[in-house]
Each structure stands twice: as structure tokens, then as C-alpha cells.
């Protein structure tokens, strides 16, 4: 209840104001420290236009019976938390979504006729958890959520959920480490992975150029950028996998020219990544994670101006 009224974005006070309780008594049932009553179950789904609240709850307290609605629920929530970290940034919804990561990889572990798709959203969201914690510097959480992230994918056998959630380990890893045998070992795996969308192999394809830019083999680098730009060329068009909310092709031309600034080319670099942001959503512009793209091109590039 709580995770989904923070992906609302409302706060407890505005809660108890439209639900007619009082605050310190919604704290205390959505802390577990009372019962759940019908009654306050039906009015906070009244207040977050949701039908199916009630049935997450049961879920939460017994993970074997959670199934396909309940599911939707928190994919559902779990899309309206990216929408208010984009506003307002990844500490203001961590809270929030380390209690839906420990929530999904208890029904991940339980769940019974829903299990496969269980240990699907469990990775999605154990990996956007790591993504926060990488986001406020707390990168060993991170590299222990994004860990759980990739074996919940591999377990899935869903090769679009593994090649996302080891690309964001390979990032981490690279950020927080700096040790780049580590991440090359990650991109190698992710390029492995046979029958992924199409956008995430190109976009799989890049971050291996980036990375070997990064390290300094400029050919391999060059050779690598070449993979990706006709990988990127074959994804034309296709709509990328709900989970990439975040790529557009503007942010590929983003991602493109912080490869080119690391092999030195930093005046096409500044021009692909203007034309890039010129391209993206207005939504997108102020995020926290297109500032860090951005900055790999070049330190001065304002994400709002360009």
C-alpha cells in the first residue's frame, strides 16, 4: 500500500486528508504494525484509481497465491515510480522501491501458477532498485541488487531480460570499479545472449564500444561503433521493450557521441549528442540519467539547452 501510494506520488498526509483517516493510522497499517480492513484497502484504491490494491495486499501477505492481476499491479506501479523519478529524482522513490523489490523476489521465490512471469518483473525491478542505489552512490547495494537482478533473469530464460540486466551490471561495475575485465566480461555475456530484442543488441553493441573506447583500443573501438551503428540501423523503427522506457533514438545519438568524445572525435561528439537531445522527450530532459549521459560527451553540455 505504501509502494503504491509513493508511486502516485502522494503523500501520507495527503492520504489520510482524502481517505478520511488519520495519518499516524495509515503509517501504522502500511508499516505492518495493524491489520489491513477492507475499508481502508477500498478507499486507497478510490484515491489511486486502482481496482485491484486489495488482491496485492493478500498477495503480499501470502506470495504463493499472487497471480497475473496482481502482477499487473505492480508493473503498473513500477511505471509510475520511473515517471516521478524522472521528475524528482532517484532518492525521492528509492524507499518506495526497495520494498517492491523485496516484495517481487518473495513472490519470484513462492509464487505457484504465476512464477514465470513472477521471476521476470522480480529481475525488472531488483534491476531498477540497483540502478537507484548506483544513482545515490551507494554502489555496493547496487552491484548485490543488479547480482540478484541477473541470476533472476537467467533463471527467467527470457534473453531480453538478461541482456538488460547484465548491460546495467556491466555499468555499475564500471563506475563503481573501474575494472574493466569485470565489465568486458559482462558485455561479453550480454552479446552472447541469442533471440534479444533488437534495440537492446544494439544498444548491447554500443556500450561494448564505449567500453573499449574507454579502455583505449581505438580500432577495436572503431570496429566495435561500426557493429553498432549497423545493428542500430537494423533496429530502425522498432519500438524498444517496455523496460527501456528511458531509449529513444535521440538518447542513442547520446550514447553514440560519448563514444566518439572517448576516441577523441570531440567536435562530432558534441554535434551528435545536440542533435540526440534535440530529439528526446521534454519529459526525459531533466533526468538524472540523461545528465550522466551527457557529461561523457562533454562536461559543459546542459541537458535542457543542449
Do not use: C, K
Request: glycine share 8%; proline share 4%.
Amino acid at each position: 500500500m505504501r509502494a503504491a501510494r509513493e508511486a502516485a506520488g502522494i503523500s501520507v498526509r495527503a492520504m489520510a486528508e482524502r481517505t478520511f483517516y488519520s495519518r499516524s493510522y495509515l503509517s501504522a497499517i502500511e508499516t505492518g504494525q495493524r491489520p489491513v480492513p477492507a475499508g481502508v484497502s477500498a478507499a486507497y484504491e478510490r484515491v489511486l484509481g486502482t481496482t485491484d490494491l486489495g488482491r496485492l495486499t493478500v498477495a503480499a501477505r501470502s506470495a504463493s497465491s499472487v497471480d497475473a492481476g496482481a502482477l499487473s499491479e505492480v508493473s503498473a506501479m513500477l511505471a509510475a515510480t520511473r515517471r516521478i523519478e524522472d521528475a524528482a529524482g532517484a532518492l525521492a522513490v528509492l524507499s518506495a522501491v526497495r520494498g517492491m523489490s523485496a516484495m517481487t523476489e518473495q513472490f519470484a521465490r513462492e509464487a505457484q501458477t504465476a512464477r514465470p512471469d513472477a521471476v521476470v518483473l522480480a529481475s525488472e525491478m531488483t534491476q531498477y532498485r540497483g540502478w537507484l542505489e548506483h544513482a545515490v552512490g551507494a554502489d555496493t547495494a547496487a552491484q548485490r541488487s543488479l547480482t540478484t537482478a541477473v541470476e533472476l533473469a537467467a533463471e527467467s530464460g527470457d534473453p531480453d531480460r538478461l541482456v538488460h540486466s547484465l548491460g546495467f551490471a556491466g555499468y555499475v561495475a564500471w563506475s563503481a570499479t573501474g575494472d574493466y575485465g569485470e565489465v568486458i566480461a559482462f558485455s561479453d555475456a550480454a552479446l552472447a545472449v541469442r533471440g534479444a530484442h533488437p534495440v537492446l543488441a544494439a544498444y548491447a553493441r554500443m556500450r561494448r564500444a564505449e567500453l573499449l573506447a574507454a579502455r583505449g583500443e581505438t580500432r577495436e573501438a572503431r570496429s566495435a561503433l561500426a557493429a553498432a551503428d549497423a545493428a542500430t540501423e537494423a533496429a530502425h523503427g522498432v519500438e524498444p521493450p517496455e523496460a527501456m522506457y528511458w531509449w529513444t533514438p535521440g538518447f542513442g545519438g547520446v550514447q553514440r557521441g560519448g563514444v566518439l568524445s572517448l576516441l577523441g572525435d570531440t567536435t562530432h561528439a558534441i554535434e551528435e549528442a545536440t542533435d540526440g537531445l534535440a530529439e528526446m522527450p521534454v519529459e526525459h530532459r531533466r533526468t538524472e540519467w540523461l545528465a550522466s549521459a551527457l557529461r561523457r560527451v562533454d562536461p559543459d553540455m546542459n541537458p535542457v539547452s543542449g
